[in-house]
């Protein structure tokens, strides 16, 4: 059987790095990676936080996931760039492409993290590649990598963890003991902070310490989880690598208000916003659905949803919006809102649609949604929007480029 070699290419803080080198090829005198800096939400918000840290931010000991009121109490001094996501998608794109030159076996994991399966390539030593792919990626496209190359893909996420940035490491099975075993166990993948504490609480405090624990035991203690992390611990993962995404089941996005919301017409906006996002996501996977969902959480964080079933599937943003705002009005009570969501699920492809005689088939809509998504997609979200709104404080498109069902943990696992 063939020795599997799996590569796993990691982004050095990629929204920064990504942000500093647009910055840089737009003129920019400064780079962002060089000064204490980060990427992060609006201070005046809810949901300020730090997405991505220069390594000088690093230095002051600010943090990923940290509000950016603490980062800016650190450094008084500190540069901060809102995200844009379009922008990130644009630089990760451009990195699987070279990717895809040295094997058919590619697989975006997350925005920043790509497996590739280089077991079937023998014309060139592995390591000679590795280098030559991280060379590459900083010259033709200005950012830097981490690439961690292992048996598998849990040995190979765990080698490109390894010293940053700008690195190559291995981690294959002879080198698990020497390499992996000294660290400590929350360093391993899916020991989170509880994991990590009921280890701790039994005198396990390195990866190393876990893997020579008795399978039974470990399996009597923490069932099937506890199992997993035993097995990852030993390196024990066999997931291929895909390169075809695995189905997707919903689709949705949702968005947490920086005030709250008191009225149907803004909360109709929201919901609007929220469709545009949706149905230009369903009609790009060339998908129709006939589940649409709404789900609200209010002032007082109490959530509660609703859902309708519709007669014939669709990739309509109208039909989405329609929907999602009878729902809404349907549940709403007119308390104050400060989360809303708007998804849709129970997909069929788009090739062929069944027709009802009681409903309208609006192909003009159809074609404008089609069109809408062209312009959109070579000239940016914002470069055609509804009028409505045009001075509202109302963002006309909501939602990121990730959502929970693009990049599953390692279920499959990896």
Known sequence: MKKRIIFHIDVNSAYLSWEAVYRLQHGAAIDLRDIPSIVGGDESKRHGIVLARSI???KFGI???ETIYSARQKCP????????YERYMKAS????????GY????QRYSIDEVFMDYSYNSEKNFLDTAYEIKERIRGELGFTVNIGIGPNKL??????DFKKPNRVHTLFHDEIENKMWPLPVDELFMVGPRTKAKLNKRGIFTIGELAKLDREYIYSWLKKPGLVVWEYANGIENSPVRNTPLPIKSIGNSTTTSYDVDNRRESHMFLLALSEMVGMRVRNLEQCGRVISVSLKNDKFYSYSHQRKLSIATDSTNVIYRTAK????EMWQGEPIRRFSVSISEFYSNEFQQLSLLEDYNEKEEILDKTIDKIRNKYGYNSI???????????????????EEDYPMMSSLL
């Open 56 to 58: 000088p931010a690093k």
């Open 63 to 65: 943090l990923t996931g």
């Open 77 to 84: 001094n500190l540069t901060i760039v809102p995200p844009n």
């Open 93 to 100: 794109n451009s990195m699987i492409k070279l990717l895809e």
């Open 103 to 106: 094997s058919p076996y590619v």
């Open 155 to 160: 040995l190979a996420k765990m080698a490109s």
């Open 326 to 329: 009878k729902l809404f009005d």
């Open 385 to 403: 929007i509804r009028s409505c709104f045009l001075h509202s404080g109302v963002r006309p498109i909501i939602g990121g480029v990730v959502a």
